[in-house]
């Protein structure tokens, strides 16, 4: 009897560290905000592509993919997030100025206007 009842408990707890692996809206939005505070821009490229790649797709995310990739001076992949962050959200002045210097540093200018 105590067999079972051990091995069920064991059974319920590896369940539970395994199910900490997959991804969900809230593990997404705390782990791309903790790389993000954090200044941890090569992480966040990789957690946030990762994210991408599984469906998750909102304003925030893109707008932290964005600075990430503008941090690390990739400013053609930031103009992208940003261009499909500033889709969800065109009225942020923090996104436009982001969009604005990513136009500006690809030699974009007729478009950095815009913003």
């Given at each position: 009897?105590?067999?079972?009842?051990?091995?069920?408990?064991?059974?319920?707890?590896?369940?539970?560290?395994?199910?900490?692996?997959?991804?969900?809206?809230?593990?997404?939005?705390?782990?791309?905000?903790?790389?993000?505070?954090?200044?941890?821009?090569?992480?966040?490229?990789?957690?946030?592509?990762?994210a991408?790649?599984?469906?998750?797709?909102?304003?925030?995310?893109?707008?932290?993919?964005?600075?990430?990739?503008?941090e690390?001076?990739?400013?053609?992949?930031?103009?992208?997030?940003?261009?499909?962050?500033?889709?969800?959200?065109?009225?942020?002045?923090?996104?436009?100025?982001?969009?604005?210097?990513?136009?500006?540093?690809?030699?974009?200018?007729?478009e950095?206007?815009?913003?």
């Amino acid at each position: 009897m105590y067999r079972i009842i051990i091995f069920t408990m064991l059974f319920f707890l590896a369940k539970n560290i395994f199910a900490q692996d997959t991804l969900n809206s809230k593990t997404v939005e705390y782990q791309s905000y903790q790389l993000y505070q954090s200044d941890n821009w090569k992480e966040l490229v990789s957690f946030g592509e990762e994210a991408i790649d599984k469906g998750f797709d909102y304003y925030y995310l893109r707008l932290r993919m964005g600075i990430a990739c503008y941090e690390l001076k990739n400013f053609r992949k930031a103009q992208k997030h940003l261009w499909k962050a500033h889709r969800f959200n065109s009225t942020d002045d923090v996104l436009n100025e982001y969009l604005y210097y990513c136009y500006v540093f690809n030699a974009q200018y007729d478009e950095a206007r815009k913003f």
